[in-house]
């Protein structure tokens, strides 16, 4: 149990990113007060968190209702966060953050950040949607299962300590030492990728 806690941890942290989410959300609330700032962001991990719930809960039953195998699921879903890992180590999924949010923070109509789009796509993201279902199909059982809920509730806590002291990260870590930490854990979540595709090939094929 303790190796299944560890497991899904890591895979919730390098797919959720708690430190590449304190930035940007840093540079959207830079105006806001920080009361404001702070309810924002206790509201964007609520509403992720929720959605995340929802589909470690009935993704499978929603995946049976559309004719789709979960080794199928498997499969995509680590292709899917395969092509994020790659991301990740060459930076692009840090430049595509970085663009979405400079065009919420551009747009004078847009004041809560908390819905769109640090709570979708930022937190509760394609990667992490299927992240959660993975780990919960491939881990059945209600101890297993609370073992991976456990863990995803962790990594949301982190991410609202995060958010709610993203200003002192900044400041402690710096541009080049998240870019460094980024890189890391997407060669961590390639490795974790590769295990789900084998995992559905290998019951696809039994």
């Known amino acids: 149990m303790i ?16 430190p590449g989410c304190a930035p940007i959300y840093a ?18 991990v609520m509403v992720a968190a929720g959605i ?4 470690a809960l009935f993704g499978e039953a929603l995946l049976r209702g559309l004719g789709i195998s979960l080794s199928s699921f498997r499969i995509a879903g680590g292709i899917m966060l395969f092509l994020i890992a790659l991301e990740m180590v ?25 819905i769109f789009p640090m709570a979708m796509p930022m937190i509760a993201g394609p990667g992490s949607i299927a ?19 456990a863990a995803l509730v962790t990594i949301l806590l ?14 402690v870590l710096g541009a080049k030492i998240e ?3 980024t890189r890391l854990l997407g060669v961590l979540l390639a490795a974790l990728a590769v295990q789900f595709v084998i995992d559905g090939v290998r019951v696809s094929l039994a």
């Not at 992240?131 to 991976?148: D, F, K, P, T």
């Open 27 to 44: 540079g959207l609330t830079a105006g806001a007060s920080p009361a404001h700032s702070r309810a924002m962001a206790v509201r964007a």
């Open 52 to 55: 995340l719930l929802v589909f």
């Open 158 to 171: 982190l991410t609202l300590v995060a958010l709610l002291a993203a200003g002192p990260i900044m400041r």
């Open 131 to 149: 992240s959660v279902m993975l780990l919960m199909g491939r881990n059945e059982g209600l101890e297993r299962s609370a073992v991976v809920l």
């Open 90 to 114: 060459f930076e692009k999924r840090t430049e595509r953050r970085e663009d979405r949010a400079a065009k919420v923070a551009n747009d004078p109509e847009v004041e809560d950040v908390s």
């Open 179 to 181: 870019a460094v930490i």
């Open 3 to 18: 190796e299944l806690f560890i497991s899904s941890l890591i895979t919730f942290f390098v797919v959720i990113d708690p």
